[in-house]
Nanobody
Framework: QVQLVESGGGLVQAGGSLRLSCAAS????????MGWYRQAPGKEREFVAAIGWRGGHSVVADSVKGRFTISRDNAKNTVLLQINSLKPEDTAVYYC??????????????WGQGIQVTVSS
């Protein structure tokens, strides 16, 4: 099992920036990729971005491309999500995930508790 702890969320004004961080622990050796999903109120969870744990490949959802950047720090077992030019529609709970597939997805993924990002207009 992989344990994931997110940090960096909060309340920010539209146009601002945030950097979400997710620290992994436990069975790190089992991770092939890490990523982020988000779930807005009343909506289904949607994919945001993913990055390979050993290679340099990454992918960002078309809906946030150009504003969201995913990166990793293997030495710290951490994945980062830089969010720029925030919009009110980015308001959601952001979930970190790690798994054996790229991108990580059920049923082969572990999930963090989620962290709230709220963007005020």
């Amino acid at each position: 099992q992989v344990q994931l702890v997110e940090s960096g969320g909060g309340l920010v004004q539209a146009g601002g920036s945030l950097r979400l961080s997710c620290a992994a622990s436990g069975s790190i050796f089992s991770i092939n990729a890490m990523g982020w999903y988000r779930q807005a109120p009343g909506k289904e969870r949607e994919f945001v971005a993913a990055i390979g744990w050993r290679g340099g490949h990454s992918v960002v959802a078309d809906s946030v491309k150009g504003r969201f950047t995913i990166s990793r720090d293997n030495a710290k077992n951490t994945v980062l999500l830089q969010i720029n030019s925030l919009k009110p529609e980015d308001t959601a709970v952001y979930y970190c995930t790690a798994g054996s597939t790229f991108p990580p997805k059920e049923p082969f993924a572990n999930w963090g508790q989620g962290i709230q990002v709220t963007v005020s207009s």
